[in-house]
Each structure stands twice: as C-alpha cells, then as structure tokens.
C-alpha cells in the first residue's frame, strides 16, 4: 500500500496530496483524541468492573458493562445527555462501548481484531449546492492485564483493507490481548447527512437483541431525538421497553438499563428475531407511513404492518409497471390469445411463470458483472404486480399472499418495506404458486424460508388501471417433505498410483428442491440459464435477443462474448465446489459436466458428473491401508458440547434427505475388514440415520441414508434430534481396512 501511495503521490504532485493527507490525519486524530477521553474518562461506574461473578468463571468470555448511545438532531447540532459533553456538527452520532474478560482462545479469537468501515463519503453535488452523506468510524482499544495494568492500543497500526478516497476499510489487531485479559473498546460512528436524503425509518432504522453470544452483566441503550423527529418503535418476544422522557430542550430521551443478561445457548438452526427478545426503533423527519397510519387511524400491536400493506395495495397501478412484453409473449406462445381457452390451467400458469422469468432476468448490460448474475433476485412486489394485471385480465381465480421469512420478523413485526415479501396464490382444484425469488426458482415453488409460515391473504378486486381493492384472509403456507427437498450422490472410488495412497473418485449427483438451489447458482454458468430459460419461453437467442435496440447487433454480439467468456471461466467451480465438499484441495480434475441445469421445471433436478483425485485420506499401514471412508461424504454436522442442552425451538432449513451409494475397488491381493462397524440405524420421529457396508464382488458397496423429517421441532424433541445428528456424526470417524492376503 505505501509503495502504491507513493507512486500516487509522484504522478499527482505530492507536494498538495501530501498536506492534504497530514492535514486530514491529524484532524481524524484529535477527533479520536476527543471522544476517547470522552469515553473512558466520563464512563460509569460499572465500566470500571475487573471481577467475574464466580458462576460465570467457565465461561468463554463475559461482558462486564456494554452501552449503546444514539443522538440524532435536526439542527445540525448534537449534545449527548451524558457526562461526556461531546458536541459535533453530525447529523447523528453513536457510540458503542464494551467492556469484555477474555477467559479461553476461542474468546480470545473472536476479539483479536476489530474491523470497520473506516470513512464512506457518498456525498455529491446538485445543482449549485453539494448534498452531504458522509460516515466517518472511530476506534479506540485498551487491553487490561491482570495486574491492572492498561496497555492503549495504537490505532497509528492499523491495516487499511481498503484504502481509496471515499472509501476506507480497516482492520485493527489487538496485538497486546491475552486469554485472562480484559478489552475495553468502543466504535463511534459519525454521520453528516443531509436532510434531502437518509430520513426516512429504514434509513434509521436499529435493532437490538436482548440477548448475546456471551453473558453481560450491564447493558444500557440510550438515544436522542430531536423534538422535530418522530420515532417508531416494536418490542417483541417478551422484550423490555424503553424508559420515555424528555430534557429541558425538549428533545425525546429513550433508555433502557438491564443488568445479568444470560447468554442464548445455541445459534445452531435458530431464528433469532422469533426466538429471543428485540427492540427495533426507528426515527424520521418526515416519512409517509406516519401520515398513512394517521390518515387511516391504524392502532393496534402492527400500525406499521397496516400502513406498509396499504402502501402495497396502492402500488397497484397497472400505469406504473415498467413495460414489458410478458402478455404479448405469454398469448403468442399458445398461438395467440383464442387458443389460452383450452390450455389446462397448471400448463398456462407454467408457461407464464416462464415468460415472467425469461423477461426479468435475461436482461444484460455493458456493465454487467458476470459472475455475479447468477445471484440476482427479484423484487417480489414488482414481480406481483405485473402478473396481477394479466391474471385479472384473463380472468384467473388468485389471491396476492404477504408472508415474512421465517428466519426474520414475523408479519406483526413488520418495521420496514423490507420485512415481508409478496407472492401469488392460483386457486384451482389445487393451490399453485408464484413467488418472485432467485433465478433458478421453479413456479408453484415456495421457498423454503416461507413454508409453515402464516400469510396475509388478499383477494383483489380490479376497478380500473388505476384503483384494485381487496377483501383479506389468513392462511398458512405448505411445508415440503424430506423426500421434496434431496441430494443423491453415487461415487465408484479406486486407489490411485502405485502407492495406493490416493482416492480416484468418479462422482455422480443429483439435487432436488430446496437443495439444489446454491449448487445450481453457484456452478451454472449465465449461458446455462439463459439457454434454460429461453428454451422454456420459447424465446430468442441473444444474438437475436436484442436486435431491435439501439445498437442491437454489435451489443448481442458483446453480450454473447461475455457468456463465451464467463462458461470458460466457470469450469472452476466444479474444483470449489469439490473443496468446499471435501476441505481439501482435489487433484486431476476431470470430466467435469452439468448433466440437467434443473432451471427449467419440465426437468427440475439438478444433476452434476465429475472425476478427480484426493490425497489424505488412505494411510499405509504395514502392508495394509486404511481408508477414511468417513469422509467420503463430506463429514456430518457434529454438535459441540455446549449445544446439546437447548431451551428454544429448532429452526431447520427444510425438511430435507440425502443418500450416498459408495463403491470402491478393492485392489487385487486384498480384503476388506471392518465392515460390521459401518453398520448403524437410529431413526425416530425427526428423522433417520441408517447405514451399511457388504462386498460384492470385487467392490466395497458402502450406503448410507440420512433424514431430517421436518422443518420444525418443538424443543422438547431435541433430545430425539441430537440421537440423529450423533448417529451421523460418530460416522464421520468410520475406517475400513484393507488386509493383504497371505
């Protein structure tokens, strides 16, 4: 970095960037300068704790005191209620302080190092004036060793990760701390933003879980508002409120004060914002959901819910969806609008699900980043409303569906536009389903974030392009079963080379709903998709795609260079995938081949060959070897101790099942010993785990079958999930040995 500086400062003139540079320095450094003294010198009492109740001695860490402060103010100006009198032009102001005993090395590797987003100046100019959004980070550390000594952390030494004029990232070690040591630290970040941008909740919008990886002994949040800025807030699962009050300037004082927080047990399959206490709050000058939930009287436990789904509704005017040719594709695949009488409605709704998904994301730009496509999603609301106007149209029985993730807030904690997605319900003799998602989402699939989940049914009703109304229900969305949501994996392994020592694995796998999705995202290439989809559509190629734009040939011809170019490129996702698989790095990767990409839902599974080599996992024994064939897998998910007890329910991914048939060859002059060990079943109401090991012939058939049967388990049923997950586990250490004869 400093010989990049360098060279910058040659070709610019370092004379000017020289003292621009010190000049900016020194004054981020008597602002640091200012707040540390602020902070350590004016901290409560509770910051100056050294001493761990004994109960809590086994712990990995304990946070002695933390606090969070917020002062927001309109009139550029910002005095904190506290001691420390800090007074800046900041728009807002916060400061996050912790106190923490580091007791073991796991503790000790998770505060090692403090990274931070350092300086972001998205400020630009309009017109003749300069509209300001500027964040600038400070951090400060001192580490506390048991004598009581205080070391201060240079943060001269940090690492700038990334270092560009607008943009600073960085990294501070605290090179000084050691298991039994105490770290004080704090973040205080600033922002200057003007009043045009940044006002509204989402742009200020803060959550806090009453609840932490480690104990705290004391936690306090405070913040400041303003008079002039309104302030929304939701506590949920039980959370504590805000103690209310205002200063002699009028401005809106919140605060919360908690002492002997217990840590949460586990962060395995958990939905924290359903699972543990939380604060959302959220301030605005001037943001229109207060005058929707004013105008309309919306009260209650969810007014925002009310007012965001009253915003949704109003969007349905059919004037504001971006033009697209999704109807007249959708009637010219049939052969035109008379013939869409007699297509059976599952066949239509297919087909227009697939008109939907060829217009959305076969779109491409002279600036589009390739390798990034694949991770595109759609905006459901957009995606609902564009096929709204053409279902009424052609007179489809369907309801609009609001649902929140089930890894997020539930529909009543609604905050943000943010927090619930819409979709489509086809009524028929059997539900079908539209949801607008990623890009290899198949129609009538729910996303598996959604399934069990309670929705907002809302049957609409068309008055004219501009106006829908529409009547409301409940519902509860489908749950997929294990066998819905597969992994199949076949594998003929030889020992490789003359010393027998590596693994020649010949793999075959096929993936099937909910989990095909990342594999599919992750090693398809755009040119797969878009081939998928077009030929679902019926559609045009891209050389053709784009001819009646601007510039259309030349850019049809860009664009399928960049395909060209990004397949060539992708062919290396089939080593990370084998890596990642695997943890070790494959050797001799071949025959590498997408079998059925699984976009298109006339063939939905994903399926995938490849050929390569492993190191490590056979051992020379005397004149035998032995073979971790435990790991052929991939390992499974093994608990740490202090996961086995739990107190809140499991949230699993998806109910789910995977099935590995595994062949290997036994070299000539030798046998297999240990098969009997291989042998295991455990299996109970949330799932199975079952395997096996004979010899036919000349080959080592190895079979294994594991099974998560739901999505959800109450927590009284996990002592009968942990029976699955060990009986999986205690297979990862599984070995056979190959004897020689004689």
Known sequence: MRRTLLLLIIFIGHNVLFAQSNKEKKEYAAELAQIQNAVWGNAPTEFRQTNVPANLNKESAVVLAKSFNLSRASNGKIKFEKENG?????????????????????????????????????????????????????????????????ITVNTDEEV??????????????????????????????????????????????????????????????????????????????????????????????????????????????????????????GSAYDDDVDNVIRKNNFEGNSPMLQARKYNFTQDFNELLVPYNDL?????????????????????????????????????????????????????????????????????????VLLVASRNSNTLDGVFNFDDFHAAIRINGDKPMYMFFDDIVNHFNEIPERFQGEKVIVMHPKRHNAHEYTFTEDEAVLPVSKSDENSIEEKMNISLTDKSLQKLKIERFVKEKGSLRHDDQINMLSVGNIDTELTVAAAGQWPTTRFSGMTGGKKFAVTVQTMIDNQAAENAKCFSKEIKDKFDMEPQQVTNCKIVNGGVDQAAPVFAFNETFVLDNLVKKAGPNFIIDVGKLTGGFFKLE??????????????????????????????????????????????????????????????????????????????????EIIDAASNFNTQKILLEKNG
Not at 87 to 103: C, D, G, P, Q
Not at 229 to 253: M, V, W
């Open 327 to 399: 109807e007249a594709r959708y009637k010219n695949f049939f052969g035109g609008k008379k013939n869409l009488q007699n297509i059976p409605l599952d066949s239509a709704m297919k087909a227009l699900y697939a008109q939907w998904k060829y217009g959305t994301f076969l779109k491409y730009s002279y600036e589009e980043n390739f390798s990034n496509m694949n991770f595109r999603t759609a905006n459901s609301i957009s995606g609902t409303i564009e096929l709204c106007e053409l279902l009424t149209d052609q007179k489809v029985d369907f309801d």
């Open 86 to 150: 800090i007074s800046t032009k900041a728009t807002k102001f916060s400061i996050l302080h912790e106190r923490v005993k580091i007791n073991d090395k796991s503790a000790l590797e998770d505060f090692s190092t403090i990274e931070y987003q350092k300086k972001l100046n998205n400020s630009f100019r309009y017109g003749f004036g300069k509209v300001h959004n500027e964040n600038n980070v400070f951090v400060g550390a001192k580490v506390i060793k048991p004598n009581g000594k205080e």
């Open 160 to 281: 700038l990760t990334k270092d560009e004029a607008k943009d600073q990232e960085s990294k501070l070690a605290i090179s000084e701390l050691q298991v039994g040591d105490i770290l004080d630290y704090f973040v205080c970040k600033e922002d200057i933003v003007d009043k045009s941008i940044g006002n509204l909740y989402t742009d200020n919008d803060n959550l806090f879980y009453l609840a932490e990886e480690y104990p705290v002994l004391y936690y306090s949040i405070d913040f400041q508002f303003n008079k002039k800025i309104k302030i929304r807030t939701i506590y949920a699962n039980g959370a504590q409120h805000f103690e209310e009050s205002q200063n002699n300037d009028g401005d809106e004082l919140f605060s919360l004060k908690l002492h002997n927080i217990p840590k949460y047990q586990s962060k395995v399959w958990t939905s924290p914002l359903r699972q543990y206490p939380y604060i959302e709050i």
């Open 641 to 722: 101790d202090k996961e086995r007890q739990r107190n809140v329910d499991v949230y699993m991914p998806c109910a789910r099942s995977f099935k590995y048939s595994i062949s290997i060859a036994i070299p000539k002059g030798y046998s297999a010993k240990g098969m009997e060990e291989l042998a295991a079943k455990k299996s109970n109401k949330t799932g199975s785990f079952i395997s096996s090991a004979t010899v036919s012939g000349s080959n080592l058939i190895i079979t294994i079958t594991r099974v998560y049967s739901n999505n959800f388990e109450k927590k009284a049923d996990w002592p009968q999930l942990v």
